[in-house]
């Protein structure tokens, strides 16, 4: 077949949603399909910055994304496409054609038959900013839908849509325990500068957390730069590497903090999860497809910065209990796997 999936610009740095794509895109490719990626330079109001025209401009002068992404290793049978506009003409022919923002899903849809059969892979309810009437659209647009959380599927029912359910997958091969789980406890975390990611609130506990227990290891990461606020004996990576992440932050941690207000998924905690770490995790939707209460997580009210830390108590004062989440965190893990997910992915595509 003949594949081609449809993303917002380019990004410099990892980001969970296009890692999902470029690991499918991989393995599409692995099973003789032809893959190609678009890259769509543009903002769903349609207005074209002039950080746009720049960003576009480096792109045809081989300055940006020419070949390749700096932060993931493609198989070499993808092809990139880095444009501006939305023009039928820069999308290849082919047998399936997927969008994968809610204003992507609209230009996918005006798209003609000759661009392939028309998806909608949705892996969040993208109304953060400010568009839910059109994002509640995008979702009733005549394209397949697929989503990859279950609460999702819900909301799909709740706008009187059908989706199909493929479950997101941890990369198995770059993030696994690489020490004992019966390491000296610690606490790992996500920086993020968007507030509903709920860095702030979950900085809050760990610094009550961090008081309370000196000797507890705070290990943090993120992209933005160190945050001026953070105790000096917290550690921040910056743009870590997966294996930075795998070795120095989850594979050294116990515990992981999920304090996001709403996740379509949560790669950053399946990741940890595959590496050994128990949760504590906000109600974010995204969680309750991994997380589960008395078997791997404690689940808290979104914002709930007290809850947060009353878990995080919980485990830190029962380590035996503490070991017990680990494990099954390993356990729950072992079963999101590019394999299983991908195969389901492809006979969707093949029309089933």
Known sequence: MKIT???PGLSRFPVGGYKVVYQYANFLAEKGNEV???HIEQVPNGHVTMRVHLKNLAIKLGFMGSKSVSWFHFDNRVKLIFNSNFSEDNIPTGDVVIATAWYLAYFVNDLSKSRGRKYY????YEIQDGYKNKVDQ????????IVIASWLQDVGRNLGVETTLVKNFVNHKEFF???SLERPAAISMLIHDQSWKGSSEG????KRISKKYPQVKILLFGVPDRPNNLPNNFEYIQNASTSQLCKQIYGQSTIFLFPSHTEGWGLTATEAMACGNALVSTDNGGVLDFGIEKRNAVIVPVSDTDAMVKGLEYLLDNPVE????QVQSIKIAEDLTIV???NKLLSILEGD
């Open 203 to 206: 900085l809050t506990a760990l």
């Open 121 to 124: 892979f949705i892996q969040h």
């Open 36 to 38: 190609s990626i678009v």
């Open 340 to 342: 299983n997910s991908g």
């Open 322 to 325: 503490m070991r017990r989440y």
């Open 138 to 145: 995008s979702w009733r647009l005549p394209l397949k839908n």
């Open 177 to 179: 325990p690489t020490s």
């Open 5 to 7: 999936f449809i993303l």
